[in-house]
């Protein structure tokens, strides 16, 4: 994929298709930053605790490490250009 598929492709999918699917990234964000953090408490970590943009930021890490690891898969690209531009409009509205 070139550069601009992976970023149209990634701008399709977050403001259309998962959004439908799983909410918009806020919310579901949060909720995921909620259940890790108290993950994290009852693995002893003391905090500070995850935020709905850190959510974003450590999906983008996963998704980096796939690429790292793993075979070329587009969607890993699209998906981590995803979960970037989510965690950078979280981070504009806090």
């Not at 070139?2 to 492709?9: S, V, Y």
């Not at 993950?39 to 796939?66: C, H, Q, S, T, W």
């Amino acid at each position: 994929m070139k550069r601009a598929e992976i970023l149209e492709t990634a701008s399709r999918l977050v403001c259309g298709d998962r959004e439908k699917q799983y909410s918009p990234p806020e919310n579901s964000f949060k909720a995921i930053a909620e259940l890790w953090s108290a993950y994290l408490f009852n693995a002893g970590f003391e905090g500070p605790f995850l935020e709905p943009r850190d959510v974003g930021l450590l999906m983008a890490l996963f998704k980096i490490a796939r690429i790292q690891t793993g075979s070329y898969k587009d969607d890993s690209f699209v998906d981590a250009c995803g979960y970037i531009a989510c965690a950078g409009e979280i981070a504009e509205s806090e």
